[in-house]
């Protein structure tokens, strides 16, 4: 009788164990998972230029001013974080004259065109890092 209670609590367990791993999978997403648009990033440029370019150069690779946000300087300064992650510290010190100045989506669409620039892939849906929560993680790698 005890064999038989071990047996059905480790099957159980091994059911919830699996249970918990896939929908953990499933938010493992990194920005090679298409995770914006093409027109996203084409907006993103837009914004880039009128409010980032001065200090981190039109062509993304930075100035005197401010560090590139193209190629491994970028790719290796964020590697392994969110975009949630990158999106906050942008807003909060993005552009360096007015912090926090850049709307919602524009955050959103420069992240993108960032992205585009750095080769990673486009997708079907708009990024939409919402501030107010880290939502679904999407690792920079």
Known sequence: MITRRFAFVLCAA???VAGLSVPAA????TVNDGVYTDQQAT???TAYREQCAACHAADLFGG???PGLKGSGFIGGWSGATLWEFADF????????APGRLTARQLNDVIA???QSND???GEDELAIELASPGDPIRIE
Do not use: K, S
């Open 14 to 16: 091994a059911v919830v």
């Open 43 to 45: 907006r993103g440029r």
């Open 120 to 122: 990673y892939p486009a």
């Open 26 to 29: 499933a938010q493992d997403r």
């Open 64 to 66: 005197e001013m401010a």
């Open 113 to 115: 065109f960032i992205l």
């Open 90 to 97: 942008t807003n909060a010190t993005m552009p360096q004259d």
